[in-house]
């Protein structure tokens, strides 16, 4: 990539709308400290948790009965895809003229992102019902919920947001708040799943095998 | 992504296909580094403290692709601004988790 015309985080818009180019740097960089900050939240629950899920399990359920691999995985690869599907859309909206190929990218996305939040809500069910572990029984399982819950808080507030600029596509079309709107959703979006990274290594990957 | 709208010069005329080719080059990275660390939990190549690192290193070089190839930062002169605030946040979440986990595991083999 050419470095002159690249101001920001995730894809810039560039020559194919030079105003909206410009427009872009400023919030999309304000946007980028709020994600930072959404980082340290995230973090400190990932610090509370590996406390917690050695020394808080309190006689109840260790991290091993609620690792489901199968599931993991294919949670993990719901998000990934919806991902990429995104990264897809980002195209769309730079280079493509017409609202289609856009929606239907965000739309492809929107339902991956539907499936995980509605996979991880079986998975809460399953843990409720069957292995005995709600939330309140110990440290652990309290730390276990908050980040898992806050992670899939987060992608439902993305499907809300993604809904609502869905609604502006088709209400306003593509003017440049927009556009600009959809930029930072991507972001957004990208930084779940690199969270999701972290959940999937070390509640259920290292959980199955500690 | 060949065709390209009105007003892009000539030269700029592969950058569709380029920038494609990141998204696809970053799930494709992704994907393979998902199903490794996957894999070596499943067939149980791993276990115990030694299984943090592999595991920790695999989600480090997830983390780096993504946000190479999905957010595209880089160590471009232009980008330096987003790099600094990502590395002081690194900073920050290294002092406040290191110092968390250092502290309360000191705490518990005191009691």
Do not use: C
């Not at chain 1, 340290?40 to 091993?64: C, D, E, K, N, R």
């Not at chain 1, 339902?111 to 998975?123: I, K, R, S, T």
């Not at chain 1, 939330?135 to 309290?142: A, K, T, V």
């Not at chain 1, 930029?183 to 959980?207: E, K, N, P, S």
Request: glycine content about 10%; cysteine-free.
């Amino acid at each position: 990539m050419s470095g002159a015309d690249t101001r920001h985080p995730g894809l810039n818009l560039g020559q194919t709308d030079a105003g909206g180019h410009d427009a872009a740097e400023e919030v999309v960089f304000g946007f980028w400290v709020f994600l930072m900050s959404d980082m340290v939240l995230f973090a400190i629950l990932f610090a509370t948790y590996a406390t917690m899920s050695t020394h808080g399990q309190a006689g109840g359920p260790a991290p091993l009965d609620l690792v489901d691999l199968g599931s993991a995985l294919a949670e993990t690869l719901l998000l990934l895809g919806s991902s990429f599907t995104f990264g897809m859309a980002s195209l769309a909206l730079k280079y493509r003229e017409g609202r289609t190929r856009l929606v239907a990218w965000l739309a492809l996305t929107f339902v991956l992102g539907a499936v995980f939040v509605g996979w991880e809500v079986h998975d809460v069910h399953v843990w409720i019902t069957q292995d005995d572990a709600p939330p309140q029984r110990s440290g652990f399982l309290s730390a276990h919920y908050l980040l898992t819950a806050t992670h899939g808080l987060h992608v439902a507030a993305g499907l809300l947001w993604m809904a609502v600029i869905a609604v502006q596509i088709g209400w306003f079309g593509l003017i440049r708040e927009v556009k600009l709107r959809l930029m930072r959703l991507a972001l957004f979006w990208h930084m779940l799943d690199i969270v999701w990274i972290g959940i999937f290594t070390f509640v259920f990957l290292y959980g199955a095998v500690r | 992504m060949t065709d390209r709208p009105e007003g892009i010069p000539e030269s700029e005329a592969d950058r569709p296909a380029r920038e494609f080719r990141r998204y696809v080059t970053g799930g494709v990275l992704s994907l393979a580094l998902t199903l490794a660390a996957f894999g070596a939990v499943a067939l149980r190549l791993v276990a115990g403290q030694g299984a943090l690192v592999v595991l920790g290193l695999l989600a480090l070089a997830q983390i780096v692709v993504q946000f190479r190839y999905f957010l595209h930062i880089d160590l471009q002169k232009s980008h330096r601004d987003d790099l600094q605030l990502i590395l002081f946040t690194a900073l920050i979440v290294g002092l406040m988790v290191g110092g968390t986990i250092w502290i309360l595991f000191d705490q518990h083999t005191r009691m």
